[in-house]
């Protein structure tokens, strides 16, 4: 295939991922068929999913409160995962977004457009372990200072630090 065949199918391609947290409550082994119920959502108009990642239990940074039946539950976790599609000519994403909001089991989701390219999920690495400090990987080259230096000129030398880093 040319590469201008090649671009001209990639502009044409509609590419979407839906991130989505699935309810804590629900029991493992019914996981699963929630997602299957995602990916129907999809299928139903003219998708074809690309790539996905089955759900796992995760903590979430941050409360998230969600109504049933007028009652306000508190969620602290939730079964994070994704589905990657893409979405045939006549397919229709707002039908999709509807069918995700209206899903009880669905605490909270995103849906965007993306690209077709294999993405990884990779998980935020915490650099703060406790108490424990953490050395930076930024490498500054030791200076053995000759005499000792005024305010003044630290001060000329850290404005000349800042006006580089801004660069």
């Known amino acids: 295939m040319s590469k201008k065949v090649t671009e001209e199918k990639n502009k044409n391609e509609k590419i979407y991922e839906v991130g989505f947290h699935l309810l804590s409550s629900i029991a493992e082994e019914n996981v699963p068929a929630e997602v299957e119920k995602i990916k129907e959502y999809i299928t139903k108009e003219g998708g074809e999913v690309v790539s996905e990642e089955m759900p796992k239990l995760r903590p979430l940074a ?89 305010i003044e000129e630290i001060d000329e030398s850290i404005e000349k630090f800042v006006k580089e880093e801004e660069l």
Do not use: H, Q, W
């Not at 990779?122 to 930024?138: E, L, N, Q, R, W």
């Open 62 to 150: 941050y409360e998230i409160k969600k109504s049933f039946s007028g009652v306000y539950r508190k969620f602290d976790k939730a079964y994070f995962g994704f589905v990657k599609f893409e979405l045939k000519e006549g397919g229709d994403i707002k039908k999709i977004d509807e069918k995700m909001k209206a899903n009880e089991n669905v605490l909270r989701f995103i849906l965007i457009k993306t690209v077709r390219e294999n993405t990884m999920y990779s998980p935020k690495i915490s650099i703060f372990k406790g108490d424990a400090k953490v050395k930076t990987s930024t490498k500054v080259p030791e200076k053995v200072a000759e005499k000792s230096a005024s």
